[in-house]
Each structure stands twice: as C-alpha cells, then as structure tokens.
C-alpha cells in the first residue's frame, strides 16, 4: 500500500511553533500586564510594546503549528484493489476500486475518474511535484488495464 500526505508536514517542527508559541504568548501577557500595573509606556520604539509584540508572535506561533497538525490529516492511499483519499475539501475518506473505474481523464493538477455511477475528481495542487508524477503514473497504469 503507498500512501502520500497532501501536506508535507514536520510535526518536531508544528510541536516547536506549538511549545514555543504557548511560552511566548504567556511571557508576552504578563509583561504586558505588568506594564499596565506600572503604566503603559506608549513611546514607540522603546516603551512597552514588546510585551504586545511577544503576545501577538506568540499567538501567531500556537496558530502555525496547531493548523499544520490540523494539515497532517489529508492523505491519497492506494493498494492493488481500491483508492482511498481524504483531500481539504472533503469531509470523509472516500473509497474507489479501481474495478469500477470506467476511464481516467489526467490533467496537469486533476485526475478525473468516470465511474458507473458518477465521476469523481482528484485536486493535486497541493502535492509535490514527485507525488503528483507517482499518481499520475498509478492513473495511467489503471486507463491501460481499463482499454
């Protein structure tokens, strides 16, 4: 079975935008409050706007790595029988065996497949470019098997 992410994503590297963004969002509210006990400096640059700037990256860092988790979800698998994908637009995992694959129209970043009861369509803009050859590649196997 070969199975290709949609989204190309680290997750050391989302846990690092996750931890580092919780610490700075935190470290930017209590300077922030602190300042205002104190009162607010408001002279720019200098004051006390870094305690807003460490807040706002910091919220900024939690959001990045919290949507690429959210993005590891997203994938396009295939065995010898069936294709399983789930693609962003899609709220389900949606199966396709390949037996029931009447013809297959590839274009540059869209795999259109007509079936015996309806024609799906496959996004690829998201992928790399060796994965959209991989599945290309799979497609063109299947419309020789199918002629």
């Avoid at 006990?37 to 807040?55: E, H, K, L, M």
């Avoid at 015996?116 to 959209?132: A, G, P, T, Y």
């Amino acid at each position: 079975m070969e199975k290709i992410r949609i989204f190309k994503v680290y997750k050391g590297l989302a846990i690092f935008f996750l931890i580092f963004g919780t610490l700075f969002t935190f470290m930017g509210i209590a300077l922030l409050i602190k300042s205002l006990i104190n009162g607010f400096n408001s002279a720019f640059p200098g004051g006390d706007w870094n305690a807003v700037f460490f807040t706002l990256q910091g919220i900024l860092f939690v959001v990045m790595g919290s949507a690429s988790l959210l993005n590891r979800k997203y994938f396009i698998e295939w065995d010898e029988q069936e294709l399983r994908y789930l693609l962003p637009d899609k709220k389900a995992i949606e199966i396709i065996k390949f037996s029931d694959i009447i013809s297959v129209n590839i274009r540059l970043f869209e795999i259109e497949l007509t079936m015996k009861n309806s024609v799906k369509s496959l996004n690829l803009e998201n992928l790399q470019f060796e994965d959209i050859k991989k599945i290309k590649k799979k497609f063109e196997n299947t419309e020789l098997m199918h002629k």
